[in-house]
Each structure stands twice: as C-alpha cells, then as structure tokens.
C-alpha cells in the first residue's frame, strides 16, 4: 500500500497493481499538465493538474464501487478506469482538444493500447473492458462517465478548492451512499436527488465563473489560435499530442517567430485581447443558431472583418461560447422506475432554460487596436438570424 | 480597484499603482514559477506559484499596516514592497538558489532597478527606501521580513492549502491584531504571544513534513545538480536567472544530452534517487559539525565513493539538510520591554533543541544502482566527527 | 474596542457604544436561545444560538454599511439595528412563533422600547428609526430585512456550519462588493446577480434538508402543540415570550402533568411521533389550496381522525409544510434599472415552480399506534381538492 | 445502518446494535449536556455537546479499529465502549465534576451497570470488559483512554471547530494510520510521532485558549460554588448527578434564593466577577506548591480575605488553575522498542517545562466591589513559598 496525499481528499491509498500504473511516464506527465489550462491567468491558484484530478477521480470511483459493493476484483477495476480516463489529454487540458480532430477520449483509448499500460493493465483485466468502461459503457462505464459520473464530482471539488470560487461545493457522501446498481444501470435513490440537483447547479454556476469566464475565454481563444498555427507549421504533431506536456508547447511556441510568438509573448505578460464585441444568446430569437453557425464561414467572417478594419489576419478572433448541457438525458433512473433526473426535478429543467442567461458570441483584439472598432458593424458580418 | 479572486483569502483588492506593477512581465513571471519547485513530486497539488504568494503577502501586509494605523501612502507602500518582496527568484525558487552565488534577495533588488518595475515605483517612491524595506530594514522593513513577518504567515497557509499538510494553519487574525510599532521596532503585544509560538511550531512542522521530505530532498538534489551543469555549459546564464520561468528550465534540459538529459527525464518520470545511506545528526555528539562541512570537501568525499563504488560522476549525491534557525533572535520585544520570544517562551526554546530532532545527512543514488552498496561504508568518507 | 471569536466569520470587533447594548439582559438571553430550536435532534451540531446569529448578521451589516460608504454614524446604526433584529425571539426560535398571535418582529420592537435597550440606544439614535429600520422599511431597512439581507446571509452560513449541511455555502463577499445604494433601493450590479441566484438556491437546498427535514417538522409539530397546552394553561405568558430562554420552556413543561409532561419527556428521549400519512404537493391540482386551508377546519379534522382511530386528542397532530417564498418581489433592481431578480434569471423563476418539490401535508402519530392506521383513509378528512 | 450527519466528520454510519445503545434516554440525555459548560460565555459557538462528541468518538474508535485490524466483533465493542464513554458526565460536564466525590469515569461504570444500557450491552457483551475497556485497561482500552486516544482527538477538532479557535486542527489520518498493535499495548510508528507532538501541542495551545481561559475559569469557578449550594442545602443530589441535564440545574438554580440565585443570574446576565489578584505559577520558586495548597485552607484563606474585606461569603473565590500534564507517562512505545514520546521528542519534553507559562492563581469578585481591594495583601493570605 502506498499512500498520496492529497489536498482536497485527504490521504488516497493505492494498492501495488495501481502503483506500478501511476509510476509509468505516460501518467506521470499528467502532473505536467494544468486542469484548467490557462485559468491561472485569471485565478491565479487554478495550478492544479490532470495528474491530481486522476488520483480524486480513482478515490472517488473506488467509494462508488465499495458502496455499489462490487468485488475487490471489480473495485480495483473501475478504480483504475479512473485513474486512466484522462491519460489522452494533450498540452493545457481542453484547450488543445479545441484544435484536435480526435477527441481526448479516443487519444486514451489509443495511448493505452499502444504504451506500457496496455502492458500492466493486461496482466489482470481485458483490454477492451477497460477502453469501453473509460467511454462510458455498461454500468460500470457510468460510474466513469455519465451524468452523476465520479469525474464530474472529482473536478467541481478541485476547480472550487483551487480556484477559491465557492459553488463547486457539492455532497459526494449523499451522492455516493444514494447510488444502487440496478441491472444494467446507475440508479438514484430518491434521497439523493436534491445532492444531484446541487450537483447540476454547481456546474451551471461553474460555468461563467470559471469555465466561461469571459477573460478564461479570450486567453482560451488566443492559445488555439497559436497552437493551430504550430500544428500547420508542424512544429507540434496532433497525433502525437499526448506525449506533449505544458512546457513543450510553451517552449516549442517561444522559439517561433511571427504570430505564435507574438502571442505566447502575451500570454506570458498577461497582455490580452480585449472583447470588442458582444452578442448575448437570450437575444436571439434562436439562441441555438449560433451553434449552428459552420466553422469556415466564421473563419471568413473574420476575415472580412479584420479586412475592413485594417486588422492582421488573426488578430482578430470571433469566439463562440461553448455549448452548456444541463437536460440530463442518460438513463439515470430515480424511485426504482427509470424517470430522467429532469423528469423528477423541475430545477433540472430550468437550467436548461437558464443556460444562455450568461453565454455571448464574443470578438477579441488587442488591446490597442479597440479604439478604432468604434461604430463598426460586427453584427452586420455575422451569419444569424435576430 | 482590480480584485483577484485568492482560493486562501477570498477577494484581494489592488488600487490602480499596484495593478500598474502587478501588470508588468517581472510581475507575471511570477505566475510560472512554482513556490515549492519539484514538491509537487511529493505534494501533487503543491503547484500553487510565486506569484499567488506575491499577491497574499501584500494582502496581509496591508492588513497589518492598517492595524498599524500606518498612513495610506505608507500602507501602500509595504504593500507594494510585499507585493515584489520575491520578484528577484530564480525558476522552481529557492531551489535554484542553490547553485547561484547571489540571493534572491540581492536579484530582487538589481531587477527592481532595472526594469519597469523601477521606473513604476519612482513615481510614488523612493527606490532606495523600498529596496530596504523589501531588505528587512528599519520598522515597516520587519513587516516584509522579520521573524514575525507577513512573507512566513502567508507561505505556511500556502503551503498547509496547497500540500494538504494541516500543520502549517496560523491564527493571522490574532497575530496581526497584536502587533504594534514601537518607534524603531515591530512590537508583539502579550495576547500575542501564543499566536507566535503556534506560528514558529507551525514552521518546525513544516520543516520533515514538506520543505524538507525526504523525498523532496532528493528531487531538489537531483535538479541542482543539474542546474549546475546547465550553468556550467552556459546553456543558462547565472545573473539572468531571474528572467527565465520553469518551462525554460525544463525544455532546456530537454534540449541537452547526457547527464542533464537523463536528470530531467528521471525528474519529468518520478524515477529518483533513493537514499542509500543516512546519518541522523541528532546521534552525533556535534549535529552543527555538519553544517561546517566545506562545499569543496564534500565533492571530494562524493567522487571518492562514487569512484570506490564503480558509480559515474553526479550519480552520488551527498546532501545536507537545511540548517533550520528557530531561535528567533531579531529584537521581537513583548510586554513592552525588548525582550526576544526565546526569553518569554519555553516552548521557543525547546525548537532550538529539538530542530534535529529529524535531520539527516543523506547520500543518493538510482534506485538500480542501490544494491551494490550493501555493506559499503558510506560513513568513513564523511569528515565529521563522531 | 472589544473583540468576539466567531467560528464562522473570525473575530469581531465591537466599538463601546455596541458593547453596552450586546451587555444587557436582553441580548445576553439569545445565548440561551437555539438558533434553529429542536433541530439539534436531527443534526446534531445544530446547537448554535440567536446571540451567535446576531453577532455575525452586525459584523456583515457592517461589512455591507462599509462597502455602500455610510458614514461611520449610520455604520453603526445599521450595525446595532442588525444585532437586535431578533431580540424579540421566543425560546427555540421560529417555533414557539407558530403559537403566538403576535410576530418577533413586532415583539422585538416592543422589547426595545421597554427595555434597557431602549435608553441605551436613545442615546444616539431615534428610537422610531431604529425600529423602522429593523421592520425593513427604506434603504437602510433592506440591509436588515430585504431578498438579499444580512440577515439571510448569515444564517444560511451559520445553519450550514452547525448542520454539517453543505448547500448553505455562500459567496459573502461577492455579493456585498455588488451592492450600491440608488436612491431609496439597496441595488445589485449585473457581477452579483450569480452570486445571488446561488443564495436562493442555497436557501431552496436548505428548506427540504435542514428547515422542512420530515424530522424537523415532526418535533416541531409536537413542541408547538406542547407550547399551546402551556399557553392556554397560563403557566406560560404569551405576551412575555421573549423574557424566556430555552431552558425556562423545558423545565416548565417537565413540572406539568399529562399531555404537556408526556410530549416533553417524548423530545428529551428522542420517542418522536411517525408520520403516518404523506399527501405530495406536487400531485395536487393546486398545490396552494392547502395553504388556504382553515387552522379551525384542520383541529376538526384532527379530532374527527383521531376518533374514528380510537386516538387520545392532540396524539393525531396534521401538519402542513411551512410556505416558501422564492419568486423575490421586493425592488431589488439589477443593471440600473430597476428589475427584480425574477426577471433577469430564469433560474429564480424555476424556484418558484420547484417549491413543491419537497414539500407534503403529513401526519403523524406516536409510533406504537402507527400499525393500527393501516388502510385508514386520512384523505377522506382533509378538505382539499384533489 | 442508520446515517447520523456529524458538522465535523461527515456522515457517521450506525449499526442497529449501535442505534439501540444511543435510543436510549440515557444516551439521549447527552444531547443536553454542553461539552464545555459555560465556555459559550467566552466562545459564542461553544453550545456543542457531549453527544456529539460520544457520536465523533465512535467514529473515530471505528476507524483505528479498522487500521488496527480488529474483527467485526470487537470492532463494534470498541465502538460501543468509545460511544458510552462519557455517559455519566453531570450537567455542564467537568465544571460539575468539580464539586462531585466520584469521577465521571466511576458514575459511567455505574450507570452502566443500572441502566437499560447495561440489559442491552450484556445481549452480546461482557459488562466488565466494557466498564474495563472504558475505563483504559487492556490494549482496547488505551484506544479509548490513553495519550494518544480518539477521546481526546474527537474533542480536540470539535472544540477548534466550535470556540473558532485553529489550534486543535490535528492529522488524524496520520495518527490512526500508523497506530499498531503490539501485544499489550497501543502502539505508534515513526511516521506518526510528528502527528503525536503536533496533537500534544494542539492540547497545550488549546488550554490558555480555551479551557483555562482566564473569563472561562471564572464562569466555572462561579458555577461551581453555585452547585456547591445547591448540593449542600440537598436541591440536587450527588449520586443522582448523571441524571440531570443542563436545563435542570439552571431552572433549579432560578428557583432558589440568596446566593445562588444571584450567581445564576449573573451567569445569565454575563455580569461576571472579575480577577482582583494573580499570582503567576511561573514566578514561584517550586510552582508545584500551589497544586499541594490543602482545600480546606484555601477555604479558610478565602474566608478570612473576605472579612478583611467586609465582603460576603463566597463573593470572592480563590482558584487554582487545573494541572495540566503533558510528560506522557503511559508505556506508547516508538520504533518496536517500548520508549515513551517523551524520550523520542524534545518537543514532548519541552510542553514539561512550558506548562506553566500561562498559568496562575487567581482570585476573583464582583466588579463593584473591586474598587475597594486597591492595596490589599492577597499574598499575605496564601498558604505558599515565595
């Protein structure tokens, strides 16, 4: 047994097999790897990384499995799926997923087959078991990614405690001890339906506090925007992007010169764009229209804009806020019978109308271009209806 | 007024000069260097950074100077003063310190000199005055450094925050509260008395718990070797040390072949050194004898058993604990006469004696390398008396 | 200048003035006054009292007063109005309001121009003032007794500390930093409408889990029944309620005979009564009639149950949940123009609809007669619409 | 499994054995009874009680039951012991204690053996073994009542966590992780002495903080004359002391006349005496003289001032701290071999000699008549070398 400390759980204790698992390269680069990317820029104690959210989330899932009482055998099982489910992540976390064609979920899968821990993970468990509870599948896949999922418990808990933003505080303990195996599904009991409510509304209110934060989400824009322009070049390669940890993309876009200098320049300095413009969503007629607004044409909208202010390409960046889901459709059966959460709870079904109470189509620039977009028609050059 | 949210104490208000300072690249630097180093190998969540510390330190020197009932010009200037107290620190802190022949307070001053920040603070102040202050000089210099000073309450709540270590929780209020100026000196008043001493223990505690783990000596060893044959190289220059931040460390070393090469990969791979020999200083008739030890002997003593043991170069280390000072004998006076807390406290007195109670002379070596030093007898190189 | 340890908010300090008013009788009694009366049978850290509740609403008054820029003179004023809010509280609080004709509010007016209080304040302030101001009337009132008062604040934070019960956790800071004084309206700025959704959430989260738990209602229920008994005997003085503390009510209950006598025993033993019939709001047509219903009409379906069960009176006790209000009416405008939070978050409107979620007419009885009600049909007595 | 949520602890889970033991009016009773007395007269917050502690001690007896191996049986034994532990406290706990001739370890033995508690432990356990276990005999019994018990640990955190002092913050997770079992006794490892000195200094820390705090040891040394009466003139009685609770003392008190009602309602009202002389234990020569003053002349002492003085019996009270010991005497051994902390930790031996910096003798009397003992020779009354 050998024992971690964390600063959220207390004192994690792993078995040998779980041992020899974390001590590999490929989950040891996750301490190099920041939860939030670069929130640290607007929270300065949001450090915490991937490494950290992995050992919670193992924690976590094995009071799941203890409660659920699963065998020892299984126990260590799902706790290990934990342990693992974020090993794909690239360089500042969801950042980079942004860029990537490949969703960190399928670089996971990928890196366990193909590294030492396919190895270690084969000695006791099938291969294919462990991919498929990592994506969520069967009952035990729920534990690891579902609605009421230990990662979603894990990461509210971290953000709050390191960002110091209080709404992150949720009750695991009634979470954990209302939870049944129900055949082929993760089931509440009746008890536990207001700690999952809770849970719910403390993303929602992660959401623009942290998440979307507006100053979190231009720095989010610029590094993309960069670490697009290192994949062109192929300074970076995106299908080796798991092997990358922070401080290669950093140095790798220190050595550049041009655009990706210039603006990992500015995020070493702090020296942000500025939003420009605003397009709040519970304006529209079809607040869903902007989701539906094409990748290219935003590109090309960007384009004309920066054209017609005198603005380099790039320089001018239109961001999209990222689509909250709070109606909470997986199977997550309540009082025996398989209701939905938002079928039992009506505060469930109001978040989903409150979800774009905070979100906005945004444009950035620097700083010292914004005096000259005084008057100038942004909305005139986006592709949505009223 | 700026506010920055603080996960230890809350909301920290900046008026426009401190966010003019706070927004300089020296300032934002701070933002990537890690307080601990290497701890979060230990600790991992101990990724919290210089510059949040910078931030909580002016924050409690502004509380103490309004319980001072100092004037608000003067208030803001220890607060700034606080705010640059570590401006001058090299990456990973106090570790590379280690190998530099200045401090990192003589670095502070030069870069407070010349860079922006200078020229910032000229226009409300007297550089030479916050050169001292930050120095520990004249009253308002006791608040930024002195044995009570605001710098040590806010890295032990750091440290006990971001460790998970309880031990390092203070009673800020009522040290705060209890402190006064009396003409030359930072008075502590009898109510206070308590507060102090639970502050120095807190210290003491620290000391085998984090900033001196076993397990964190080793890493600091590992990497200030190899921060020596960086300089040396001259791949990193010593008097620029205080513009580089972690990431250009790392990805420097990343760069080198050899020795520096396999360090950092040990380091990126948390396979480290394990200690193969261990001499407790509290079994020795002289503990301080260790600390008269001469730099050049010891890696004289290093190469003779790495030579003996058939071990190559830097690949036995011999390391000397940190010598830890707990009799506090700057002129803290209480009850209004000058007397130091050792004449008042017992409880003092008893760290001065117990401060070995956990040190050890240590040597290192790779793991795989361990077995053959069975039997060796590590103790007859050491030139200490018995 | 005095200062009191708070386990909450850390130390408070009291000018002299404030002294002398907490130094009376009348305020040193909320020492012995139980802030959430017989909850502490439930959760049993709930022990915390109106003096501590009155203690940490002035400190907020105060941070609040300080924040709008109110000269020290009306600081004060408010601080001193926020402290005596409840000193016209019966023992165990809002429960042994439930018997009484007459609010705490207006007993607590009528209190401090009877008591020591009174000269104390006159000193200073206008007594009519002081007492408008407690009552919520103009914008000094709404700091006092408004949607977002101090009040709320503090006993959110205070309830969540003692009950162990986490959804009570609030963004204090926030939420104060947001508030600005327009004229006659204490008003929020857009940045603190999320911190307050998240203080009305905490309060819906807290109604079903700590201030409507079943158990709380059930002893309750029983004590409110037991202080009309010592009312109507006259061993009790209704118009004296607030002259008596906790232990006054206990041991005059345990000197009587029969009902009175048997109902205390029954609290002291933890032998409460079981709810035996449970009618969910939300399955009514109209939840809100049973909120219309008569207290005559309810005593008369008590007793028809009770004798129709062969049950001794007062042992069938009906109990109908306590009416939450969350659609906030009161001017609070947002954005500078003056809108209430309702109409700027959707999520304030769901509450609204989310109220009954939770709630349900319950019955109860002693549990050895439970078994004897099986197929018995209680709706048939109550006169409710489907 | 019934679930008990703990404000310190979290969720404690129950067996139904377990819930049996604490249904019964005996247990029950402890809800009423405040675990620091009249503390809430220092520390507002301080209203917590001895059942949540007797809750917070099974716990944590359950929990090194667990580390230690023990089976199910006796896990539940030690559990169960832990729970009923302080069952015979009187009213307001050690402050009554003081003016009993039995010990509350003797009256818990008793009420054991009398009450149905003693009918419902004896379904499965020996009645002896359980009086031996709590009153420290055995291995089983050092958990329970030793140096390094859950007895102590559990109040430790729960009176930091209600007075809002920090200094009881202790690593409970590193003290019961490296506790062992070693034959006869209750052992520690090496990893946990740090744990061990930083729980002995929290005691120290907490004993000038809060219980030898100068305003709590006059608030018990009133109360406690006050019991004297009441048991003198036989309104309580003695032997019958574990069946009162807090709330019959003080109405008991409220009906009487002459002395005591006028303590009560100075107890009440907060009109506490105040100390008119000190004599520091740490000036004398031999401080242990004044734990070896006899009773009966202090009594004397006290009356013979009080003539001098024109004062009435018992309005001035002459108090001797409490002995605090901190030289762990009981065989803990370290390191396999059977040393004591104290041989193991200067830090231990330290707290020795420390005792007595904050301690003294004091006399008190009510605030009016202070005025009048300008220039009396208190020390010319005491029995005790210079």
């Not at 959401?207 to 925007?225: D, E």
């Not at 950093?250 to 605003?278: M, P």
């Not at 869903?288 to 960046?317: I, T």
Request: proline share 4%; net charge negative.
């Amino acid at each position: 047994m050998k024992s971690i400390r964390d600063s959220v759980h207390g004192d994690l204790q792993l078995e040998e097999f779980e041992v020899k698992l974390v001590d590999t390269p490929e989950m040891q680069r996750l301490r190099r790897i920041k939860q939030l990317g670069f929130t640290y820029l607007v929270y300065p104690g949001a450090n915490h990384t991937r490494f950290e959210h992995s050992m919670g989330t193992m924690y976590l899932a094995g009071r799941l499995a203890l409660n659920l009482e699963l065998d020892p055998e299984k126990r260590t099982l799902v706790r290990v799926c934990a342990a693992l489910h974020d090993a794909g992540h690239g360089p500042f976390s969801h950042v980079s997923e942004g860029v990537l064609e490949t969703s960190h979920e399928k670089l996971t899968s990928r890196l366990i087959r193909e590294s030492a821990l396919g190895d270690i993970l084969s000695e006791r468990y099938n291969l294919k078991e462990v991919v498929d509870i990592i994506n969520g599948q069967g009952p035990l896949g729920q534990i690891i990614s579902g609605d009421l999922d230990v990662d979603r418990m894990d990461y509210l808990l971290l953000d709050a405690h390191y960002t110091g933003v209080a709404y992150g505080i949720i009750d695991v303990e009634r979470l954990i001890s209302n939870m049944h195996l129900d055949g082929e599904n993760l089931n509440l009991r009746r008890k536990g339906v207001q700690a999952a409510e809770a849970m719910l509304l403390a993303r929602y209110f992660m959401y623009p506090s942290v998440y979307q934060h507006h100053t979190t989400r231009i720095v989010n824009a610029m590094f993309r925007r960069c670490l697009g322009h290192l994949l062109k070049k192929e300074a970076l390669h995106a299908d080796e992007i798991y092997r990358y940890d922070d401080a290669d993309i950093v140095s790798t876009a220190r050595k550049e010169k041009g655009y990706v200098r210039d603006i990992i320049r500015r995020l070493d300095n702090r020296q942000l764009f500025k939003r420009v413009y605003s397009l709040k969503l519970d304006n529209l007629e079809d607040p869903m229209a902007v989701f539906h607004m094409n990748e290219a044409s935003n590109r090309r909208s960007e384009q004309e804009m920066a054209e017609d202010l005198g603005v380099e390409e790039d320089y001018l960046l239109l961001d999209i806020p990222e689509y909250p889901t709070f109606n909470e459709s997986t199977p997550v059966s309540v009082y025996g019978s398989t209701k939905t959460l938002g079928e039992v709870s009506s505060l469930v079904v109001a978040l989903e109308h409150a979800r774009f109470n905070h979100a906005d189509l945004s444009i950035y620039m620097p700083e010292d271009l914004a005096p000259q977009v005084k008057g100038f028609s942004f909305r005139d050059y986006l592709d949505i209806p009223p």
